[in-house]
């Protein structure tokens, strides 16, 4: 009888989905009888435990049996499930960092559910098998044979660019925790700025970009959202920096430096920052004074303003005329119309040309 249920699950796994996918089962990871010795067999256990699908363990603990410590991996040499050559990643401990994905949160998710979730009360979750589907999953595509969401909110059978699987939790979800807003509007190519996930950048000014970045360059998610052990497994299982970012970026107001804004930095030139070349006041702000890069920019996008500008910030408050607004005036010249760092801007102007004047007389006033 076990036999006869490895067979089942070999055949639906082999001929019943094929033709979504690029690769056979046979060419992943998981179908190749060099890597997995005993076949199917090397994870499924005949019936199995119970609630789940023949696996030995529930699904929050299995996938580390290979996926986990040194001493998980060893066992599993040892039992002659995968090949003693086989190079895999501790993926486990990224999820034991501060911030992670929340795997620990078992029994929530249904391969019936529908995501973006439509119901406000559903809890979030995020399983292994919400972003890897466990037979098809390859090195060209660690999300084949998942389902997406387009920018417009359209479920995808298979994700094509990365975002599409990011987007399934963090845009349209009717259970957006309050303190998240949607991803894909960020992002969205209509936007005034956005930060290149999506489509090329619209800005053709930006001197302090890292070669070889240039204007028509795109970034992914986990370009910023990734593990922040360069050497340990990639991708936003976990991190100790807030938000699962791959460098650290502090979102409030300090003294500014490499490490501060060790994420920023790994894609623009401190140096040109600190310059002044793409804001004559950018030394001012984040040097003298110690305002946050996001006090002005919200690294995804900003529906509203140029230059990822978003005044969506405790920190800021209505100018003395009663008004919290961004003019640009051309390149690095703009009015900006709020009260920040104790001055009232009413508005603060800068101009396109001329050097950056001292603090003193940093912003003229009108």
């Not at 029994?107 to 037979?135: F, K, N, Q, W």
Request: hydrophobic share 25%; charged share 20%.
């Amino acid at each position: 009888m076990n036999g006869m249920c490895l067979i089942i699950i070999f055949i639906t796994a082999l001929f019943l989905p094929s033709s979504l996918y690029s690769k056979s089962f046979q060419e992943t990871p998981h179908g190749d009888k060099s890597k997995l010795l005993k076949g199917c067999g090397s994870c499924h256990k005949g019936h199995g435990a119970f609630n789940t699908p023949l696996l030995s363990e529930t699904k929050d603990v299995f996938c580390f049996r290979c996926h986990g410590n040194i001493i998980n991996r060893n066992q599993a040499r040892q039992n002659n499930e995968i090949s003693p050559d086989v190079i895999l990643s501790d993926i486990e401990s990224s999820f034991k960092k501060t911030y992670h994905h929340p795997i620990e949160k078992i029994g929530i998710h249904s391969y019936r559910e529908t995501l973006p979730e439509d119901d406000p009360s559903m809890p979030r979750h995020a399983e292994c098998v919400d972003c890897h589907h466990h037979h098809y999953a390859n090195n060209d595509n660690k999300f084949e044979g998942i389902k997406g969401v387009n920018p417009e909110g359209t479920v995808v059978p298979s994700i094509l660019s990365e975002y599409e699987l990011c987007f399934k939790c963090h845009s349209y979800s009717a259970n957006l925790p309050s303190d998240q807003t949607n991803k894909a509007d960020l992002f969205s190519a209509s936007n005034p700025s956005y930060h290149p996930v999506i489509a090329e950048g619209k800005n053709n000014f930006m001197p302090s970009l890292i070669v070889p970045l240039t204007r028509s360059s795109k970034i992914q998610c986990t370009s910023c959202h990734n593990n922040d052990d360069s050497f340990g497994a990639k991708g936003p299982h976990g991190s100790n920096y807030r938000y699962i970012l791959a460098k650290n970026f502090s979102d409030i107001n300090g003294a500014e430096g490499e490490i501060q804004y060790e994420l920023c930095y790994s894609c623009h030139v401190r140096t040109s920052i600190l310059g002044n070349e793409s804001f004559p006041f950018h030394n001012l702000h984040i040097s003298t004074i110690g305002t946050s890069c996001r006090t002005c920019h919200n690294p995804h996008g900003s529906i509203q303003y140029p230059h990822l500008i978003d005044f969506d910030n405790m920190t800021i408050s209505p100018s003395g005329s009663g008004i919290v607004d961004f003019l640009e005036m051309g390149t690095r010249a703009g009015e900006c119309y709020l009260t920040c760092h104790g001055r009232d801007h009413d508005p603060g102007v800068y101009p396109s040309t001329g050097e950056s004047p001292s603090r003193s007389n940093s912003l003229h006033y009108r």
